[in-house]
Each structure stands twice: as structure tokens, then as C-alpha cells.
């Protein structure tokens, strides 16, 4: 009988190398969504009022973009992420080292829980498959009320449609597009994942000063962190592709605060003036962002058991937004910026660590 849908239940996300067959899970996914645009040039000529063809003069582009709850730090290791503090977050992507990957949606037959019924022949299972995506943007968004939410954006060449678990693997040559008909995957059995079930809004702290504000006054509502990592598809005379997309540098990391008003004015008496800002302009912040392990009770130790961490330093305050009406708590929105840093740098970027 004929598939009538596919909805949530039947799908998993795995990710993997261009040219291997081995391949991750991503836990906790909340939405995948993929599309390409072909972009065609008409040709027209004297005589002819439509035009005798439309050709593709520009790299088709594949757009993918997922969401998941923030976890233990497995998606963003799988993702090509350096988990630490020794070295940069991005590190290994900026490096080319883990920039390009695979990424393949398994859908299990219809009625059935991808991460449970895996009792089925491999060949009553469907893959789409993603090749040779590169991140053009991670961020991470926490609110009162909700679960912190990663969101990732990637850019690829190619989508392939499979009837089973397993094939050549979506690759392309970036030259000239040629498939790959070497390298093969096989996705395992799908799982429900190790790591925490949720992390609660109630357990995330974060650590700042120096803004005007008493820090440890402000009630923090949400905090969002943002990189966008633009490449720039370099092209040549006999290749209908770019041979390479490279990371368009500088990388730059964006960070918003909102929190309702407590104390005015910190007690340390730095940065209380906007005149502290400017004639102190090489004065930049460290923003650690620390996601809790769930507790067992209602009790949080300070600073709570690590489950993520965050932290963004060398960061540079850009603005400072203050709403206060009748009716509504005081609130302030801050916003800060830093760059990316080479490897070897531990003083700026954006760094992410595990559990403790």
C-alpha cells in the first residue's frame, strides 16, 4: 500500500565525512527542512518572441537548516565543533579540517518510531542525503519558559534520494560535479540518544560585569549567541561549480542580553558611564553562559553542575537598549560582538564545554 504521510516519528538526522561511511546521530531535533534553487538564464534572439532556452549559468545551491534542544555538547562534537577551552569552537572548521560533512534524514516506515522499531529490512527504510554541506550559521537562543534551542544553517551541493539505510555517499566532485561512486554509508540503527532529557531555563546562569548595570541584580530573561560563517564560492573558466567555498573571515560572534532591572549601578564602579565606554575603548567583557544539569529537586548549586557552557570572550559591549513603561518591569537589552580568534588563541571567540 502506498505511503499516505511522513511525519516526526519516522525521521532521524545523522551526520557524517564526505568520504567515509561512518556516521553520528544528531539527538533531541526539533525540525530539518532542505530545498535547492536552480538559478536559469534565458537565452533569447531577434525573431523569436519566447525565449529557444533557459540554461544554468550559476551553481545550483542546496539550503539545509535544523533545530534541536541544547544537550550535552554530542551534536556540536558531531557538527566538527572542538569542545574546551584549548582551543577555539570553530577551530577545526576555520582549519578545513571538519568544514565539509554529509547529511542524511533516514525515514523509517510509516506508523513506526524511527528510534525504536528497528526490526525492519533495510530496504523498507528511505534516506535523503546532503552533500558536502558546509555551516554558514550556529546559534543558540534561551528563554524563561522555554528549552535553549540550537538553531544551524548549512549550504550544500548536492541532494540524492535513496530507497534504503545505505548507498554511495551524496558527495560531489566541487569541480565538476561528478558523483562519488567510491565511498559508500550504512546509517545504524537510530537511538533516543544519551545525555540529559531537557535542559530547564531555570538552571542557566551567566556571569558578566563591568556594564552599568549590578550584574548579579539583573534578572536574566533570555540571552541568544550567533555566528554567521560566510564563504564566498570561488570559481573558475571550465567548472559549472565552485571548486571551493571558503570561510569568509572575519567570523564575527553576536551576543544579546535581555533582563529585567534590579540595581541601577554595579558597586565595582566600571562602566557606570557611557564616558567609561569610550575613553576606555580596549575594555572588553568575558560573557560565560553556564547551562545546568536538571537537579533533583528545587535547589541550584552556584555555579550549578555544567552541563553546557558557553562562553564568549573578548567580547566588546555595542549596545544597551533600557524600556520601562507603566504596567511593565524595567528591562534592559544588551548587546555585544566578538571575533573568532586563530586556534591557537584562547583569549577571544567563542568557546563551548561539555559536562563538567
Known amino acids: 500500500m502506498a505511503r499516505k504521510r ?23 531535533v526539533q525540525s530539518a527542512n532542505y530545498s535547492f534553487d536552480i538559478t536559469r538564464q534565458d537565452v ?25 534542544y541544547a544537550n550535552n555538547g554530542s551534536n556540536e562534537t558531531g557538527l566538527g565543533f572542538v569542545l574546551g577551552t584549548s582551543k577555539g569552537t570553530l577551530a577545526d572548521i576555520l582549519s578545513g579540517g ?28 528511505r534516506t535523503i542525503g546532503i552533500g558536502n554541506a558546509g555551516l554558514t550559521s550556529y546559534s543558540v537562543e534561551a528563554a524563561v519558559g522555554g528549552f535553549p534551542t540550537v538553531t544551524v544553517n548549512a549550504e550544500a551541493l548536492n541532494m540524492k534520494f535513496y530507497p534504503a539505510n545505505s548507498g554511495f555517499v551524496p558527495t560531489v566532485n566541487p569541480e565538476d560535479g561528478a558523483p562519488n561512486t567510491s565511498n559508500t554509508f550504512d546509517i545504524p540503527a537510530p537511538s533516543t540518544g544519551l545525555g540529559f532529557t531537557a535542559l530547564r531555563p531555570g538552571d542557566i546562569t551567566l ?3 563591568g556594564i552599568g548595570f549590578n550584574a548579579a541584580g539583573l534578572k536574566i530573561q533570555s540571552f541568544s549567541l550567533s555566528t554567521d560563517i560566510g564563504r564566498d564560492p570561488i570559481q ?12 569568509t573571515s572575519p567570523v564575527t560572534v553576536t551576543a544579546s542580553v535581555e533582563a529585567i532591572v534590579g540595581d541601577v549601578a554595579g558597586t565595582d564602579n566600571l562602566g557606570n558611564a ?38 564568549l570572550k573578548g567580547a566588546k559591549l555595542d549596545s544597551q537598549e533600557v524600556s520601562s513603561a507603566i504596567g511593565d518591569n524595567k528591562s534592559v537589552t544588551l548587546g555585544f560582538s566578538a571575533q573568532i580568534a586563530g586556534p591557537t588563541d584562547t583569549n577571544k571567540g567563542l568557546f563551548i564545554e561539555g559536562p563538567q
Open 207 to 209: 556571569s558578566v560585569s
Open 236 to 247: 573558475k573558466l571550465g567548472s559549472k561549480y565552485a571548486f571551493a567555498r571558503e570561510i
Open 274 to 311: 557611557l564616558t567609561d565606554i569610550v575613553c576606555n575603548d580596549g575594555n572588553s567583557f568575558d560573557l560565560q553562559f553556564t547551562l545546568g544539569q536538571p537537579t533533583t529537586d528545587c535547589l541550584i548549586s552556584t555555579p550549578p553542575t555544567r552541563a553546557m557552557r558557553y562562553t
Open 44 to 68: 533569447n534572439q531577434y525573431g523569436q518572441l519566447g525565449a529557444i532556452d533557459r540554461i544554468i549559468v550559476e551553481q545550483p545551491t542546496v539550503s539545509l537548516d535544523f533545530s534541536y
Open 98 to 125: 571538519k568544514d565539509i560533512q554529509n547529511y542524511y534524514i533516514l525515514v523509517s516506515p510509516e506508523g513506526t518510531d524511527a528510534n525504536i522499531d528497528t526490526t525492519h529490512a533495510d530496504s523498507s527504510y
Open 6 to 28: 511522513v511525519i516526526y516519528q519516522s525521521e532521524a538526522l545523522f551526520v557524517g565525512p564526505t568520504g567515509g561511511a561512518y556516521t553520528s546521530q544528531l539527538s533531541r
